[in-house]
């Protein structure tokens, strides 16, 4: 049980930042972070450091320094365990931030080829998002 509950923390993590409860998201992907680290069971690491970059940005302070430094974490995570679709997330939350910051060129030419690997699932959310996002980027 304890080997699953980064992925469970992770989800709370989730759920509380839909409900607007930042702090205790945060808290809980502190919380997986140390279990990630006791266990050694790094399944959900990259999707872990994600979810840390996305509930720091929704705290709203800073220039998204510290939230583009855990996208690039969890990008690099996803990539050693080759866990495609959590690096498609990865990609798309920090091309998003560079998008935002004027960087059209480099969020495209970030997440266009992690997406063209992608031969299937063209109907899931992750990858629906990320051709928006590239969709967006081309114009």
């Known amino acids: 049980m304890r080997i699953r509950r980064p992925y469970y923390l992770a989800s709370l993590a989730e759920a509380s930042a839909w409900a607007g409860e930042i702090e205790q998201g945060l ?3 502190v919380g997986a972070a140390r279990v990630v ?11 872990i450091c994600r979810l840390t970059g996305e509930l720091t940005l929704a705290r709203r302070s ?5 939230a583009e430094g855990w996208f690039q974490r969890a990008l690099d995570v996803a ?14 939350s920090l091309a998003r931030i560079w998008r935002d910051r004027g960087k059209r060129r480099e969020s495209r030419n970030l997440l266009a080829p992690i997406y063209g690997g992608f031969t299937e ?3 899931t959310l ?14």
């Open 37 to 47: 680290e006791e266990t050694g069971e790094r399944r959900w690491e990259a999707e």
């Open 62 to 66: 800073g220039d998204g320094t510290e």
């Open 27 to 29: 808290t809980a992907l």
């Open 121 to 123: 699932g063209f109907g």
């Open 79 to 92: 990539g050693r365990q080759s866990a495609k679709c959590l690096e498609l997330r990865a990609a798309t």
């Open 126 to 139: 992750d990858l629906k998002q990320a051709k928006a996002l590239l969709d967006e980027l081309a114009q």
